[in-house]
């Protein structure tokens, strides 16, 4: 009969070595509770913004090369909330933006450069067209924006103006003590 403590260590070993193998088994092919599927990354986060602003300049529609194309641009409101990258709601200010991208079907007919329009904007970092304008709609003149740099006249903003930046939520304004 073998030896007790040899057997003992035997069957300890394969019992590790068994439990072992199961969570690297588990670990390779994470699955979901309630399914045998294996568990997929999310889905890269799209986000779409209704958002209003005045035309500074209309994309170029002749057969320019690629690197002469203008862009459409617009002088925006505000946009809160606005998420970065990793979802995070950071808000995005008023600004100049450039849109190379407009969805298929949509239509600029009746915008002019100074039209106030209402756009939606689909924003997809996964996608090669990261800004996708999927809506436009002229608004009347008479309506009142929310921008506070109403300077921003048709033509080539400054560089810093073009680039979608986006700015942290503003803060609000402290409010008067009953007091007071």
Request: hydrophobic residues 35%.
């Amino acid at each position: 009969m073998p030896n007790e403590s040899f057997c003992m260590k035997t069957t300890t070993a394969i019992v590790l070595a068994a439990l072992a193998l199961g969570l690297m088994q588990t670990a390779c092919t994470s699955r979901d509770k309630d399914s045998e599927a294996p568990i997929k990354k999310p889905a890269a986060q799209v986000h779409t913004y209704t958002m209003r602003g005045i035309v500074v300049a209309l994309p170029t529609t002749d057969a320019e090369t690629a690197a002469k194309r203008r862009p459409l641009r617009i002088h925006h409101e505000p946009v809160h909330p606005f998420h970065n990258r990793e979802g995070k709601d950071v808000g995005m200010g008023e600004m100049t933006m450039e849109f190379p991208y407009l969805k298929k079907g949509v239509s600029l007919e009746g915008v002019k450069v100074g039209s106030k329009i209402e756009f939606t904007m689909r924003v997809d970092y996964s996608s090669d067209e990261h800004f996708l304008i999927e809506s436009v709609k002229i608004l009347p003149d008479d309506i009142a924006l929310k921008l506070k740099n109403s300077t921003a006249k048709p033509g080539t903003p400054k560089p810093s103006d073009a680039t979608p930046t986006p700015s942290a939520a503003p803060t609000e304004e402290p409010k008067p003590s009953a007091g007071s």
